[in-house]
């Protein structure tokens, strides 16, 4: 057991990378802590646990109260039956076969990002500090409304001001602080309270300036998204949009579709929205961000990184979907040390500890190693039944919770980061980075610092 006091406060502050790791390394894969008023929670890693608690959605779900406030009943917030039928009409958008179809959508985001970026770049012989996540949060807002949505809210050559982009962003920020992930873990109490419109009430009233940003950023979010589904509706409707891609076209003419029973109502529809934004923008932008730096900190991976997609590119520009595939060191390379630390559940899923187990990954568990997917798998591994849904990793979760869009995320960062490395060297700047633990971890350039950003000395590739 972990004896020591506020255990909920260790676990979630920004810093406690290192409590983290002594618990896991002390206690072992199963620890019990001291929790909310009172009660206790499990910290758990153990394999056979992770499988049981990921394949019992009935019993082991998360609590969907504050992300039905924030987002609408979309497929994080809603649980049993519905989530199952959620999660049924939108598989088919995430198949390889609709993924083709996207392809062209992400390059042509990713062009207007190059161009923005040359820009902004000296001659080939000098380079510049760059807030690269800056630049990767626009990118990924616009990939996922593009390709989300079917809209557009940043044309990235040119900067503009829109509401529901910053709102967007804002909120992923406040919705996955170490105050927000509390207030999640305090929603089996929060419930029954009242119901939903007098704790919205409440949380209108609240003395925490955090908790009355979320609700003015939520209905910033619900207003425009509003607006942009019922055009869509009306588009789709009158036959005028037979034939867009993204995801909220292609599930809106599967519900028009669909037998009375598997329909879904107008809220569900708009709740997919907001979800579909909260779950890909930042994890997704910040993912390609801290790679980035992680090939800034070793230029001989970015090298031999950057060899295998100019070998790939060789007589052609843009590389389709099973040439990017087939980068298996662009497919390596991603992996990330600063995984999401648990997942919200009473039980605490450290996705940190697992992905890390030096049990399973060896001695260098710790250590940055894209050959680690090269070479076989150690044998541990191999026979360990990771219930992940992505390589034997718990960074997408699993199960019937698993992120059901890992692979529309997968490609966004081939996409992109195939591009930059295609026209940009990257080099550690001056700059210090500071990872921060969140819902989504996130860098700034000090422990005080609440901004968001990574800066890193920006060159461009020589043609030659």
Not at 137 to 143: H, M, P, V, Y
Not at 295 to 300: D, G, M
Request: aromatic share 8%; hydrophobic share 40%; proline share 5%.
């Amino acid at each position: 057991m972990c004896r020591a006091p506020r255990n909920a406060l260790q676990i979630s502050g920004r810093q406690s990378w290192d409590f983290h790791a002594a618990i896991a390394r002390k206690y072992g894969p199963v620890i019990k802590l001291h929790w909310l008023f009172g009660t206790s929670a499990l910290y758990v890693f153990d394999l056979l646990a992770l499988n049981h608690i990921i394949k019992d959605q009935e019993k082991f779900d998360q609590p969907p109260w504050t992300h039905n406030m924030m987002l609408g009943p979309g497929l994080l917030s809603v649980t049993g039956d519905t989530h199952r039928k959620q999660r049924k009409m939108l598989t088919p958008v995430f198949s390889a076969k609709h993924l083709r179809t996207v392809v062209p959508i992400f390059y042509e985001v990713t062009d207007k990002l190059i161009q923005a970026i040359s820009a902004r770049v000296p001659m080939h012989s000098e380079s510049t500090d760059m807030d690269v996540l800056g630049w990767m949060s626009r990118a990924a807002l616009e990939l996922i409304c593009r390709g989300g949505i079917g809209y557009s809210f940043d044309p990235l050559i040119e900067d503009v001001s829109d509401a529901y982009a910053e709102a967007a962003k804002y909120f992923v920020v406040t919705a996955t602080s170490p105050e927000t992930i509390l207030l999640r873990q305090m929603a089996p109490f929060l419930k029954h309270l009242g119901p939903s419109w007098l704790l919205h009430w409440v949380m209108e009233k609240s003395p925490m300036r955090l908790v009355r940003r979320i609700v003015q950023i939520t209905h910033v979010l619900h207003e425009r998204s509003l607006d942009i589904f019922r055009a869509k509706r009306a588009a789709i409707e009158a036959g005028d949009d037979s034939d867009s891609k993204d995801i909220l076209s292609i599930m809106l003419r599967a519900n028009m579709e669909a037998s009375g029973e598997d329909r879904l109502p107008e809220d569900q529809l708009l709740g997919q929205m907001s979800t579909i934004i909260f779950a890909a923008m930042d994890t997704t932008s910040n993912a390609m961000a801290r790679t980035l730096q992680l090939l800034a900190e070793y230029p001989q991976v970015q090298t031999k990184l950057r060899r295998e997609i100019a070998d790939a590119k060789a007589g052609g520009n843009h590389l389709d979907y099973d040439q990017l595939h087939a980068l298996s060191y662009l497919d390596a390379s991603p992996g990330s040390p600063h995984d999401f630390p648990t997942s919200i559940r009473r039980h605490l899923v450290s996705i940190l500890a697992c992905n890390r187990d030096k049990a399973l990954w060896g001695p260098d568990a710790d250590e940055w190693k894209p050959e680690r997917w090269l070479a076989p798998l150690p044998a541990a591994v191999e026979s360990a039944a990771v219930p992940g849904v992505y390589s034997n990793m718990m960074t997408f979760s699993g199960g019937a919770r698993g992120c059901i869009g890992f692979t529309f995320s997968q490609l966004e960062m081939k996409v992109v980061l195939s591009e930059k490395l295609a026209h940009f060297t990257f080099e550690l700047s001056e700059r210090p980075v500071v990872w921060n633990i969140a819902g989504v971890a996130y860098p700034t350039v000090t422990v005080e610092s609440t901004k968001q950003e990574l800066w890193l000395r920006v060159r461009k590739v020589r043609e030659e």
